[in-house]
């Protein structure tokens, strides 16, 4: 029952977002800009959105040792399954994941969870650098605006960027047994029931056995940064490629501001990220390169629809392969499985 709730919630919240996109827009200029893009720039976007989930894989083997064995291609098959089942359940992925992982190759479902709060870690903290690279290095596009806006959204990167380096910080102190984080997080648990705790200590220790990663050696750690770069790199070419598709006039250094306005539209919980996705693309496009709305939101629509498609029609494909059910899986992504240690 509460499941349904959210995902109702969700469905109403994604709908106002769109609405909120798309009000004052003609339909039939939303239809003309589609048909006057460019084929072959939206077949590239399809082309980049499957090796971006296969760069993904690759980096989730780097992120926990523990896969280092596994087949790319079953870590490929797994990663599209968990977006998959994101795309229909908001955060499903998160629990669907690990579960898999720890039944293929027998990680502990704490250990994974762990995996993914590093690999999101690991992705702020990219998308955040190449933003940096964008508002202090590389040069300003003509069609951006200069005014106290970007000001704001300078001071706000710096700040986050910050954080999320503390929390990289933090997962990686909490691997010294005896450290100040072992220690605070002892404290904190020392005040929970007794019963309780003995349960969470136990998850905790297996949340931090995933965190082997912060004792590789240094060419593994460039190897991870150099991959996690990869994969937003490629993810602005998936942008580009959009934009050039519907003929922005914007350079492709411009898709790491997008992206940041991406990666906030995409955290509001909504089904498939409809919404949240539109309204943050628009909003980017319209407000910051002063581009006309009915061809940005013609644009997100075709970009939302070509990036989610790959993902649906292969997590569907190697559900099958897993021998999982559409059932099955909504089941273990909304009951959450007993975690395994």
Do not use: C
């Amino acid at each position: 029952m509460k499941s349904a709730l959210r995902l109702g919630l969700g469905a109403v919240l994604a709908v106002f977002l769109l609405w909120l996109a798309t009000r004052g827009v003609d339909p039939r200029e939303l239809v003309a800009a589609m048909g006057h893009a460019k084929p072959l720039p939206l077949v590239l976007v399809v082309v980049l959105t499957m090796v971006m989930y296969l760069i993904r894989a690759m980096r989730w083997r780097l992120i926990l040792p523990s896969l280092k064995s596994a087949p790319i291609l079953d870590l490929f098959a797994i990663t599209n399954i968990g977006f998959m089942a994101g795309l229909v359940i908001p955060r499903a992925g998160e629990v669907l994941r690990p579960y898999l992982a720890s039944r293929r190759y027998g990680v502990g479902v704490s250990a994974g969870f762990a995996s993914i709060v590093l690999e999101r870690l690991m992705d702020l903290i990219t998308v955040l650098f190449l933003l940096a690279l964008y508002m202090f290095v590389l040069p300003r596009p003509a069609t951006e605006r200069d005014d106290a806006i970007m000001a704001t959204l300078r001071g706000g990167a710096g700040l986050v960027f910050l954080v999320a380096l503390a929390g990289l910080a933090f997962l990686a102190a909490l691997r010294a047994e005896g450290g100040p984080a072992r220690r605070l997080l002892n404290w904190t648990l020392g005040k929970l029931p007794a019963g309780l705790g003995v349960k969470v200590r136990g998850l905790v220790s297996s949340f931090i056995s995933g965190l082997d990663v912060f004792g590789s050696s240094p060419a593994q750690w460039a190897r991870l940064i150099g991959e996690s770069l990869l994969l937003w790199v490629s993810i602005g070419f998936i942008i580009h490629m959009n934009s050039i598709a519907f003929g922005f006039d914007i350079p492709f250094h411009s898709a790491f501001l997008i992206i940041a306005f991406l990666t906030v539209g995409v955290a509001i919980p909504t089904p498939g990220m409809v919404g949240g996705f539109h309204a943050s693309y628009t909003l980017a496009l319209t407000a910051i390169y002063g581009i006309d709305q009915g061809k940005a939101i013609a644009a997100g629509l075709v970009l939302h629809a070509l990036q989610n498609l790959p993902v649906l029609v292969l997590g569907l494909a190697f559900l099958g392969r897993e021998g999982l059910s559409f059932g099955s899986m909504r089941r273990i992504s909304t009951g959450a499985p007993p975690l395994s240690t």
